[in-house]
């Protein structure tokens, strides 16, 4: 099983090296609180029996140079680190981009676009840091606390179970301050998100609001959610205030106890120095700042592995849809038998409702063919099969004569050109967008095919022309200039088979049937065509009318006038008596 | 106003947080560095008693012991309720920023929410308002207590030992001034890689949602392709920009321990000294304790500056996300400057030579004459996109003329008080607007005191009561814009909305597509009991359904290019008669 943190397998070296030289300077750290001691036992000792101030000056540059010495050392750490954690990220992004790429749609849709999208950044985002800290912090933290207990046994062994008592408590008190506040964070972004969601509820129908003159009403929900969020956050701030205070409380009261208790061992007993006893305070101190450390590496981790559960699910993900990387379509004469349907159905999952089922029909090389039908009825599951997007789950689909399911998968989509719904245009130039329907497309080939797509005018008139820039989703482009490009960049793909998915809804009437003209001329083109509306697919060689899921009846219009159901009332509701029925 | 003033003002709301906060963080702050002095006079007198061999402590000792657990406790106390009032102090001015934006959206006009992205918005109102508050909450920690713990620090260093004061005075900056000369010269890698990382993600939004069309057209290759080099970019500026970024911490500590190292020397020598001729060097005689205090107090004094250089990140970006939200809050209400009201039925409704524009130097409508009479229904037709909701958007006064007037009963709306205006009309929009709730909060959403007879009733005229019914919990099943209903049955929802209040004048703006043929019916059939005998403005995409109107407004490319009824239009032969025969293709 593939685990995202399986790619610092690339970055071993790193990761012995960074951590040792982290050690290191926590070694040389450790060691300075004995220098101090033994500048203030015998160093001043010196300088004032004997007037000799090298025991005092002489560990003080050592100290120094260990200061400097921990820094180089900290240094070569974080460099590796930082190679490390962003080559991580780097090796991840692109492993989980390119598992998205190749998903099947079926996948896409059954885990959600908008948590892809937050897995290859937030996700991702996580995990790196989480790579940076294992080679930075973990071991510094942990080392210094092990190290200062080392430490205290070595000076003296009964003072340090004052240590011990310490370190045990402050890591009982942040367990719990951790793990309360770990479980608040979920039931605090659920406010925060019922926020969001009643912010963008109220902007997006700010003119219902308005026009039921109720903008009072929403300010007061605002106002009683943004109170329930305060309530939470009092509870939430309550338990974080505490957390200074407490860890100063036991370590300061700690401090206190190794002086009361080694006032009597220097004094009486003569097995510890005062100098020694600076040490163990020093020591104490350090571990206070280490385990307040601690505390936000562990916010650090779970969030880490939360993102690891999410993102090696989606890299561990089973291609449910096989290449067979079998061959290339070959061509066809017009009339021929192109694409056959017998008694497909497909449902997402195995004991779900079909959501077509036995489908029977062909489509012949050269045909124009309509397909309509409700909301739900199954149109774009059928384009989605034909595609092989999905793979049907029962009956059989038949390209070309052959199995499907044979052909190579890019050699079929090169076959079938798509135009969406939603035209979608991407980042870039208008002519960067024409060439993905072909690289090699000539300028000439993109000026036919906006000719044909009725796209010509507009784009003549753009200062750029074909370098025009398309900003993000085509935003500078209005509905009806952006399906008129997606359906040029289709036609440039000189495909077997045009799609038109519903493709031609903002454009007025007059336009939509120059287009279709366009279309219906080109004689070897089979040309499918999904519609609400009849009048898109009255001159269609024949009509597939969707019902449910399933294929209600097929003709050409007269035909379906006459013998179809479903077909008469979606004609009649469209044709038929006004509003007003007086 | 400007946008520091502007917190001012939420702050200066709350003066006993401020005081109160105040005075904690005196009293656990000095008590704190107090602490440290102590222990170094307890450690004395260890010295002193086993220098002199009476090897009996002197309660002095017991007393500093106590002395210390007292503060500690103070301490305890005190930093808890610091802490705590902070950040109430802070939640509640953020609480009021807040509702204030959100009541600001909704008094400013129209076209400030149009022309605004509404992710932007939602936004400042979330995620402004949360830096504010972390800048805040460290804001006020580093003013109070960085401040406070420098002072006491510094008085009472002096007052022990003015030398070795004036060693960790002149030494501590020296952390602050490196890391703030190294984040400034590190800053454009920080800024190229937020950057990339914005570019990147609007990459991978882009091809994750359209993933269908890349599949289609092979272009997985390329996007990967794409990707990687974007990510590659990223990894050279993102490797530079860690690597910087982690510095700050070890070049602190070498500061520290470089300080620790020479306040000990020092120290040291200055109690050899003081061994020697009691008191050499006025005031600055030195003990073992002095060591262990100074080496503490050392620590003390720098983490107030160790703390600004990251706290300065925080307070930058509260202070631009202050800027965005104070732009919101200087935005104009919108101008609700009528008296009138208006109570009975309408009875006329005249445009005077409109001419109105989005922008000032385009107009969109010029000239506009229309004359219309209680209980006529109007319709407005025309390609897509070609501005039909620029009529409702001026009737309803979500935007005025440019010029020209627009008159009920001849009484210029701008003579009408907004909210008399608008309870005049229902609205029901192609744009559905569902909010999450339930289906019942939905509907009674324009009359909160709606009996259940009446909301039935309503529900039933709109032909929405049977699912409605069948929906698991009825009426109080729980519904948002995106889970619930369908397309067709939002609507029906919102019809049941406007049925509800039963205003004097409709406006209706059919549905385009998406909704199968029975729902569409439904909703024909409910539009039509709302309009009957009333006035009535029906945006229509399908001609079939306006045939019969006492007016036609025919538009395109945002202006109305023809008007009459449907037989005079057609009979002129222009562009109507085109759209029509378009439209009904091979039909007639």
């Not at chain 1, 061509?331 to 008694?343: D, R, V």
């Not at chain 1, 309509?370 to 029962?394: A, M, N, P």
């Not at chain 2, 005049?424 to 009359?447: A, C, H, P």
């Amino acid at each position: 099983m593939a685990s995202s943190y399986s790619y610092i397998k690339y970055f071993k070296k790193e990761f012995i090296l960074g951590p040792t030289f982290k050690m290191l300077e926590v070694f040389f750290e450790l060691l300075m609180p004995f220098l101090m001691s033994y500048i203030i036992d015998q160093g001043i000792d010196a300088a004032n029996n004997y007037g000799d101030y090298t025991k005092i000056v002489v560990p003080g540059i050592i100290i120094f140079a260990l200061a400097v010495l921990g820094l180089c050392s900290t240094l070569v750490c974080q460099h590796f680190a930082s190679i490390a954690s962003q080559g991580f990220g780097t090796r991840l992004r692109n492993a989980l981009f390119k598992k998205i790429m190749n998903m099947s749609l079926r996948n896409v849709e059954l885990i959600g676009k908008g948590n892809l999208n937050t897995a290859l950044s937030n996700d991702v985002n996580r995990l790196q840091v989480s790579v940076a800290m294992m080679i930075r912090l973990v071991l510094r933290a942990p080392t210094i606390v092990i190290g200062s207990l080392i430490c205290a046994f070595i000076i003296d062994w009964q003072v340090a179970f004052i240590f011990l008592g310490v370190v045990v408590l402050i890591s009982i008190i942040l367990f719990i301050i951790l793990y309360y506040s770990s479980k608040k964070v979920i039931s605090v972004q659920k406010k925060v998100d019922s926020l969001v969601t009643l912010t963008n509820d109220s902007l997006n129908g700010m003119r219902v609001i308005k026009a039921f003159n109720n903008e009072e009403v929403e300010v007061k929900k605002f106002k009683n959610k943004t109170q329930d969020y305060f309530n939470e956050m009092k509870i939430v701030n309550f338990v974080n205030a505490l957390t200074n205070p407490l860890t100063f409380l036991i370590i300061n009261v700690a401090i206190c106890l190794v002086v009361y208790f080694s006032s009597s061992q220097i004094i009486n007993e003569h097995t510890l120095s005062t100098g020694q006893l600076t040490s163990l305070i020093q020591y104490l101190n350090q571990c206070f700042v280490a385990l307040i450390a601690v505390s936000n590496l562990v916010i650090i981790f779970t969030r880490a592995f939360a993102s690891k559960k999410r993102v090696d699910i989606l890299l561990n993900l089973e291609e449910d849809l096989k290449n067979n990387l079998g061959f290339a379509p070959f061509s066809i004469k017009n009339g021929e038998n192109l694409i056959e349907f017998n008694n497909v159905s497909f449902h997402y999952n195995k004991g779900e409702n079909n959501v077509v089922k036995n489908l029977n029909f062909i489509i012949n090389k050269g045909e124009k063919v309509g397909v309509i039908g409700g909301t739900g009825s199954g149109k774009t599951t059928l384009i989605k099969l034909i595609e092989r997007f999905f793979d049907r789950s029962e009956g059989d689909i038949l390209y070309k004569g052959k199995d499907i399911k044979d052909y190579d998968l890019n050699a079929l989509h090169e076959e079938i050109s798509l135009v969406n719904q939603k035209a979608v245009l991407f980042k870039g130039t208008i002519k960067s967008n024409l060439l993905m329907g072909r690289k090699e497309a000539s300028e000439e080939e993109m000026v036919r095919a906006l000719k044909e797509a009725c796209a010509f005018d507009f784009v003549k008139k753009l200062p750029e022309f074909l370098d025009y820039e398309i900003e993000e989703g085509g935003k500078n482009l209005s509905g009806g200039q952006r399906q008129r490009l997606s359906i040029a960049r289709a036609l440039i793909k000189n495909s077997e088979i045009l799609i038109l998915d519903d493709s031609t809804s903002a454009l007025d009437y007059l336009t939509e049937k120059e287009l279709k003209t366009n279309i219906f001329n080109k004689k070897d083109l089979t040309t499918i065509i999904i519609a609400q509306r009849v009048s898109s697919l009255i001159n269609c060689d024949k009509i597939i009318v969707m019902y449910h899921g399933e294929v209600e009846n097929i003709g050409t219009h007269e035909e379906l006038l006459k013998k179809s159901k479903v077909y008469k009332e979606i004609y009649d509701s469209q044709y038929g008596d006004s509003y007003e029925t007086n | 106003m400007k946008p520091i003033s502007r917190l001012f003002s939420y702050i200066k709301k709350y003066p006993f947080f401020l005081i109160s906060s105040l005075i904690c963080a005196l009293i656990f702050v000095t008590s704190m560095c107090l602490t440290p002095l102590l222990f170094g006079k307890a450690i004395d007198e260890i010295t002193f008693t086993f220098k002199t061999s009476i090897l009996i402590l002197n309660d002095r000792f017991y007393f500093y012991l106590i002395f210390a657990g007292i503060l500690i406790v103070l301490v305890l106390i005190f930093e808890f309720l610091f802490e705590y009032l902070n950040s109430l102090f802070v939640e509640k001015v953020t609480k009021d920023i807040k509702d204030d934006v959100f009541k600001k959206l909704h008094e400013v006009s129209i076209s400030y929410i149009d022309s605004n992205y509404h992710g932007d918005l939602v936004s400042r109102v979330i995620n402004d308002t949360d830096n504010i508050n972390i800048a805040l909450v460290s804001g006020f920690r580093q003013l109070y207590q960085g401040i406070i713990q420098i002072l006491v620090t510094f008085v009472v260093m002096f007052v022990l030992n003015w030398i070795l004061g004036i060693v960790v005075v002149v030494l501590t900056p020296f952390g602050f001034f490196i890391t703030y000369s190294l984040a400034h010269k590190t800053n454009k890698y920080f800024k190229g890689q937020a950057k990339i990382v914005g570019e990147m993600g609007a990459i991978a939004l882009e091809d994750i949602n359209n993933i269908d069309l890349i599949k289609s057209f092979n272009y997985e290759d390329d996007a990967l392709e794409n990707f990687k080099s974007q990510n590659d970019e990223l990894y050279k500026v993102g490797q530079k920009a860690q690597f910087s970024g982690s510095l700050t911490n070890p070049i602190t500590r070498l500061v520290n321990n470089s300080t620790y190292a020479i306040v000990g020397m020092v120290a040291a020598l200055l109690c050899a000294f003081t061994f020697k001729d009691g008191n050499i060097l006025l005031g600055a005689s030195c003990t073992v304790g002095t060591i262990l205090t100074f080496i503490q107090f050392s620590n003390q004094f720098a983490k107030p500056f160790n703390e600004i250089s990251s706290c300065v990140p925080e307070i930058q970006t509260g202070l631009s996300s202050l800027k965005r939200i104070n732009d919101v809050l200087n935005e104009e209400k919108d101008v609700n400057e009528g008296k009138e009201k208006v109570e009975n039925v309408i009875k006329t409704i005249d445009f005077e030579h409109v001419d109105f524009g989005y922008t000032k130097d385009k107009l969109v409508i010029k000239g506009l004459n229309l004359e219309v009479k209680e209980g006529q229904k109007i319709a407005i037709v025309g390609p897509t996109g070609c501005g039909k909701t620029t009529i409702i958007n001026l009737l309803l006064r979500f935007y005025d003329p440019t010029n020209g007037q627009i008159k009920f009963d001849n009484l210029d709306t701008k003579d009408i008080l907004k909210e008399s205006l608008r309870k005049s009309f229902g609205m029901v929009l192609q744009d559905t607007w569902i909010f999450s709730g339930t289906v019942r909060e939905n509907i009674i959403y324009g009359k909160k005191d709606a009996s259940e007879e009446e909301i039935i009733e309503a529900t039933k005229k709109a032909n929405c009561y049977d699912f409605i019914m069948r929906l698991p919990n009825g009426f109080d099943t729980y519904i948002d814009d995106y889970s619930g209903l369908s397309v067709g049955q939002k609507q029906l929802v919102s019809i049941a909305r406007v049925m509800l209040v039963n205003p004097k004048i409709m406006i209706l703006d059919e549905a385009t597509s998406n909704i199968d043929t029975r729902t569409e019916m439904k909703i024909s059939a409910a539009f039509n009991i709302l309009m009957k005998g009333k006035t009535a403005f029906v945006i229509a995409h399908r001609l079939s359904t306006i045939v019969n109107s006492d007016l036609i407004l025919v538009m395109k490319d945002g202006k109305i290019i023809e008007k009459g009824k449907h037989k005079d239009l057609l009979s002129k032969k222009g562009f109507y008669y085109e759209f029509y025969n378009a439209q009904y293709a091979k039909i007639n």
